[in-house]
């Protein structure tokens, strides 16, 4: 039966243990060769006690032993480190210290009485080699527990998982001043009702208990190998339970020294999503890349970087980056540089600053770097901000992706892969239309039977990518609320940002012209949902009409400009498997390279003029399925409306787009 614990409060004398830990460490040192230079000699005398149930040695010649035991076992213990050990975190290490340094110091005595004392009996060196480890040991570890005790006057928390790693955080907390592990959770049968590292484990079923009677407002998950869908499965127990749930790093991080065992941090958004990745296929992510030089536009951006990340890993001749960024090339190339001086990669990273747009640059370094392979990331993604800058977006999405892929084809680049997004499919917005014209352009292209092979690949939502969601939703938390959500049934698809990458890299090697890639993106996810699971998650309420004294309401803003409720992958059902299970290939509808070019003619001037309503009538004319869900939003071009606007009414201005073409030309 549990037994309710208070919830942890200083023990003893929390001011002389904060007095302590402030000594200089000199003076601490000081101390521990002092209690030495008084436990060696007590030690010795209580073993001619025990041995001889006197504390008088049988001969004045016996007393030769006592300064012998001091002065060497001062210098032995110095040399083997134990005045060096900080007593707060001694652990086995420093127990076998002890047990050396009392041995070694017990061989000069033993010599002395060789020599000098033919009668000494030598039962007395074995209980004093006994003695000595009790009270050199011993001093040490009831002072290593005092301080420990009176550390644990933080947050009382339970750890799931009783395994290595588990056993691993419960030994780094209890070295700091943050958590105190009162229990052991563990799926293992086998491990109930075992101690570790003095807490006993218990089964998941008891976990409500456990959180009740010991007041535990915290659970940490040490679980670095289990399968998402595990995780998953543990998060939706732990929900109801109103605790902070929080995790260990992965191992791979732990082992490569990016963290350490207690770097906690809150737990990952795709474990929530409990999908787990499938294992790439080899071949397909080293075809483009190994051996080969490749370019990445976009480098800085979220899936870019990943991607420069994933393509290191299969050890590329030459990496080439290019971004319109300076901040974000500068971070992404420090990090590169790094990955490769960890791993001596024989690999030539270049760094570039500059546009898309640029069609003769961008011709230039493609040739100039003998470039194999693009990856195409560089866009513009943010949908209400495209919708707002609209001009600029067509120029990027658009035209960015037409003078790249015009520069691969004169460079006689072998694969050209394009990033692309669900919103190309039937959008509503300038971004999803801009990006399914991109496609058209390059589909348009592997027709006029260029030499570059052209793909794309075309995915949702990625997960803790710049602008999503799940940062907003983790900062608003942070603050207190109100979360922001746009309406109460609004879905999307997620990834996590490796994984698309990878996806990306292995549906590049796949494809033989004009192809459209779809990633299996599995179930969507209820945005409205994922917020009250992030709220539970850390401990916290959701305060609605059910709960009014709740900690973090929920408010809905209203759908921004020309975003939708729901998202499709697909034009149509028309879809055909590949040879990776999550990657799908789409068989969707065309343009001809001729009527292509007259649109981008037409889409070109318009743009340049700066006439909104025009791109937007050759956006419609372009895609199908393009149905703007709201009036023009471009911040500009309604300023210029509302300034001609008197002139429109007077009946001076037949046309805004109209009398903007005239002032401009």
Not at 161 to 181: H, T
Not at 513 to 522: K, Y
Request: aromatic share 8%.
């Amino acid at each position: 039966m549990l037994q309710r614990k208070r919830a942890a409060r200083p023990v003893g004398d929390f001011s002389l243990y904060r007095a302590i830990l402030r000594l200089p460490r000199q003076t601490k040192r000081l101390v521990a060769v002092t209690a030495d230079l008084i436990m060696i000699p007590l030690a010795l005398l209580c073993a001619f006690a025990v041995d001889r149930h006197d504390v008088v040695p049988a001969s004045l010649s016996h007393l030769a032993l006592f300064p012998t035991a001091v002065m060497f076992s001062v210098p032995i213990f110095a040399r083997l480190g134990l005045y060096r050990a900080v007593v707060r975190f001694m652990g086995s290490r420093a127990t076998f210290a002890v047990v050396k340094g009392v041995t070694f110091s017990l061989l000069p005595m033993l010599a002395v009485a060789g020599l000098l004392m033919s009668e000494m009996p030598w039962s007395v060196f074995v209980i004093y080699w006994a003695f000595a480890l009790i009270y050199v040991g011993g001093s040490r570890f009831i002072v290593r527990s005092y301080l420990q005790r009176q550390r644990g006057t933080g947050e009382q928390v339970i750890i799931y998982g009783a395994g290595e790693a588990g056993a691993r955080l419960a030994f780094a907390l209890s070295g700091g001043q943050g958590f105190v592990p009162v229990a052991f959770v563990d799926d293992n049968p086998s491990t109930h009702d075992t101690v570790i590292h003095g807490l006993e484990v218990y089964s998941p079923q008891r976990l409500p208990q456990l959180v009740d009677y010991l007041e535990v407002p915290r659970v940490l998950l040490a679980l670095p190998s289990v399968s998402r869908h595990r995780r998953q499965e543990i998060l939706n127990s732990l929900e109801p339970l109103g605790v902070h749930v929080q995790t260990m790093p992965d191992l791979p991080d732990i082992v490569s020294g990016n963290a350490r065992v207690d770097d906690l941090r809150d737990v990952d958004t795709a474990d929530l999503l409990g999908r787990d990745p499938v294992p790439p296929v080899l071949e397909l992510l080293s075809h483009c890349i190994s051996g080969k030089v490749v370019l990445v536009t976009g480098a800085g951006g979220s899936i870019g970087s990943e991607l420069c990340r994933q393509i290191v890993k299969q050890k590329p001749r030459r990496l080439v980056l290019l971004e319109l960024s300076e901040l974000a090339l500068y971070t992404i190339e420090r990090e590169l540089r790094q990955v490769i001086a960890a791993h001596s990669f024989d690999l030539e990273l270049i760094a570039l600053l500059g546009s898309v747009q640029q069609r003769l640059r961008m011709r230039e370094l493609m040739q100039i770097y003998e470039i194999d392979t693009v990856y195409h990331a560089a866009a513009y993604k943010h949908v209400p901000l495209v919708e707002q800058n609209m001009i600029d977006g067509l120029q990027n999405n658009v035209f960015g992706t037409w003078h790249t892929a015009e520069a691969a084809i004169e460079a006689k680049v072998e694969t050209f892969v394009l990033v692309s997004t669900d919103k190309a499919v039937l959008p509503t917005n300038v971004m999803g239309a801009s990006k399914r014209f991109a496609e058209l352009v390059l589909q348009a292209l592997h027709q006029r039977n260029s030499p570059t092979r052209f793909c794309m690949v075309r995915f949702g939502n990625v997960l803790e990518s710049s602008g999503s969601v799940v940062p907003l939703f983790r900062d608003q938390i942070r603050q207190g609320g109100p979360i922001t959500v746009t309406h109460p049934e609004i879905i999307r698809y997620f990834m996590t940002i490796p994984e698309a990458a990878q996806l990306v890299i292995q549906a590049g090697a796949m494809g033989e012209g004009g192809d459209v890639f779809v990633l299996d993106m599995g179930k969507p996810v209820k945005i409205d949902d994922l917020a009250r699971r992030l709220v539970k998650l850390v401990g916290l309420t959701v305060k609605d009409e059910e709960n009014p004294d709740g900690d973090i309401e929920i408010c809905y803003t209203g759908l921004r400009p020309a975003e939708k409720l729901y998202e499709e992958l697909l034009i149509g059902n028309n879809v055909a498997g590949t040879q990776h299970p999550r990657i799908m290939r789409a068989i969707e509808e065309s343009l001809g390279w001729r009527k292509i070019h007259e649109f981008l003619e037409q889409l070109q001037l318009a743009t340049q003029t700066f006439n909104c309503a025009r791109a937007r009538e050759v956006l419609c004319q372009a895609v199908a399925g393009y149905t703007p869900a709201c009036r023009v939003e471009d911040l500009v071009w309604q300023q210029r409306e509302r300034l001609v606007r008197p002139a429109v009414e007077a009946g001076k201005v037949a046309d805004l787009g109209r009398f903007v073409s005239e002032k401009l030309s």
